[in-house]
């Protein structure tokens, strides 16, 4: 793809990655977060729950786990990023328009642990930065949630 892409002239191709990952993650300083609740805002709730057989969040929504449609397996995350970005309705149809250009506060929940962050987008991507460094992630899944300023996280 990289060449086809060379002979239409879109560039060279290289990406340079933007996430460091890591065996550990950052869970070093995390608090317990076994149980993850967002709200969204008034009429949209979501969650995680972690499985300490496997390692990973189980995502719900609207309380019901959530699976995937083909398989039926529930969607699982080795990382769930959660962030808070400016949110404005641009329609009556309640349609956003989100403000990803950061900073802004999160928490990324690793492992059974809550970790509080900042977010910066760097290159385009949402990356968790705590004392100035990014944090590295658990290879695998992961989600971002972008929440409201409004929004709520809650975990324990």
Do not use: C
Request: aromatic share 8%; hydrophobic share 30%.
């Amino acid at each position: 793809m990289q060449e086809a892409a060379r002979t239409k002239g879109y560039g060279d191709g290289e990406t340079k990655p933007v996430f460091q990952f890591d065996e550990n993650g950052a869970t070093a300083e995390g608090e317990p977060a076994a149980e993850i609740d967002l709200v969204y805002h008034k009429l949209y709730e979501a969650g995680y729950r972690y499985d300490e057989e496997s390692g990973e969040y189980v995502r719900y929504t609207q309380g019901e786990k959530q699976v995937d449609r083909e398989s039926g397996e529930p969607l699982t995350m080795d990382n769930v990023l959660v962030i808070k970005a400016k949110h404005r309705v641009t329609d009556a149809a309640g349609h956003r328009e989100v403000d990803l250009k950061g900073p802004g506060s999160g928490v990324l929940f690793q492992r059974g642990k809550a970790i509080p962050i900042q977010w910066e987008n760097i290159n385009g991507v949402i990356v968790p930065v705590r004392d100035g460094q990014m944090l590295p992630l658990l290879p695998g899944k992961t989600w971002i949630n972008i929440l409201p300023e409004t929004g709520k996280v809650s975990y324990r």
